[in-house]
């Protein structure tokens, strides 16, 4: 198993890493600004066990018009997206580790041991249990009747969403150190695409397990191996066909999701997400600065600073406009047409980590204390 690390200079705090001692990068002090749009809080519930001392992200889950929870003792819960009502919760008796990620009827989790189980949507009860090698930090991929997992060995696992059994393994060779996490994989017709920690992103076929094709977004540079990390740990936005991904230490690459012919690339470093909209693709940086990169040419369009070392999520497009959560619970809105900020509000004091989920004229909002918040944007 590849040896994994949560290095500090990674998350966005630190603005030198290497030889000598690093230098501590202050969190930007939030400015105040003429609100365009109010931000009201429809409901609140429990999500769950608090992770803000742990190296795990809660994540939920939006199927349909349920949101589904989960946390580290093991509570999965679900609850009506409309209203918050609590619909069922359940206890899988062990750890999690694995963001929530629900489709195809299932429910399913991770755990620390290395198993994932998949709970039936309507109820909760176990459906089935699978082992796999290592534990995963990221959400499941569910589709075409199998359920993809990556684990934190490198290892890309495809299961029977019937029954579990293991349908095949795809494994490759990782380098000895990287950030500790995954990319999400993500279903596109018939084949599975994910990031991986040598820098390289690759199709591989959802059914049997075949690489179609695998391209390096970077090229690991450097004296010592932390210079040399360039984890795909941001999970691939596919956009009429076109692959947009990306990489730590590295850069953003649009390329043909059928055949991998790269498009364009710009050089770029961001570990925590990417999202789209009809013109642009928005992530944010190492540095927590928020960018947004013409879909076509890969120009960029805009570029937000006064967010800088707080720990950003990966943005989400909604309403033509961009949100992104920060490390002191802060939720942000930016426009999408040149970044400049439009409405705030905070859910509690814990971090948002995970990218926030929208649906139903609604925002989810996720926070490591276990709160689960619908805020929704009204005008002024």
Not at 44 to 56: F, I, P, Q, R, Y
Not at 102 to 110: E, I, S, W
Not at 267 to 285: Q, R
């Amino acid at each position: 198993m590849k040896q994994l690390v949560a290095v500090l200079c990674v998350l966005g705090m630190l603005s030198a890493c290497g030889g000598g001692k690093a230098v501590r990068e202050e969190p930007a002090k939030l400015q105040e600004f003429s609100a365009q749009r109010r931000v009201q809080e429809i409901w609140t519930a429990d999500s769950g066990a608090s992770a803000a001392k742990l190296a795990v992200t809660l994540s939920p889950a939006l199927d349909g018009d349920v949101i589904y929870t989960s946390d580290p003792k093991g509570k999965v819960r679900a609850f009506a997206a409309n209203s918050g009502r609590r619909l069922w919760q359940v206890r899988v008796k062990q750890l999690v580790t694995g963001a929530t990620a629900a489709g195809d009827g299932l429910v399913v989790v991770a755990t620390k041991k290395g198993e994932v189980i998949a709970l039936d949507r309507a109820d909760g009860h176990r459906l089935w249990t699978s082992g796999i090698s290592s534990q995963a930090l990221a959400p499941a991929a569910i589709g075409a009747g199998v359920v993809v997992v990556q684990s934190v060995d490198g290892k890309l696992t495809g299961l029977s969403a019937k029954d579990g059994k293991r349908l095949w393994r795809y494994e490759r060779t990782e380098p000895p150190l990287s950030l500790y996490g995954t990319a999400r994989p993500v279903i596109v017709a018939d084949a599975v695409l994910t990031g991986f920690a040598s820098g390289k992103v690759a199709a591989i076929h959802v059914q049997t397990g075949k690489l179609l094709w695998e391209l390096p977004v970077a090229q690991p540079q450097g004296r010592n191996e932390v210079e040399r990390l360039v984890d795909v740990d941001v999970s691939p936005v596919v956009v009429r066909n076109v692959l947009y991904a990306a990489s730590y230490q590295g850069k953003i690459i649009a390329l043909d999701a059928q055949t991998g012919r790269i498009l364009w690339s710009r050089d770029v470093s961001t570990y925590s997400g990417m999202d789209a909209d009809a013109n642009n693709i928005y992530l944010t940086d190492d540095r927590g600065n928020v960018m947004a990169f013409d879909q076509r040419t890969g120009a960029s369009v805009w570029k937000q600073e006064q967010l800088r070392a707080r720990q950003l999520n990966a943005p989400r497009c909604v309403d033509g406009l961009v949100a992104v959560g920060d490390f002191e619970g802060y939720v942000h809105w930016l426009s999408s047409d040149d970044g400049h900020f439009v409405a705030r509000y905070r859910v509690g004091s814990k971090a948002v980590r995970s990218q926030v989920l929208a649906g139903h004229d609604m925002l989810y909002v996720s926070n490591q204390a276990g709160n689960l918040a619908a805020l929704r944007l009204e005008k002024n």
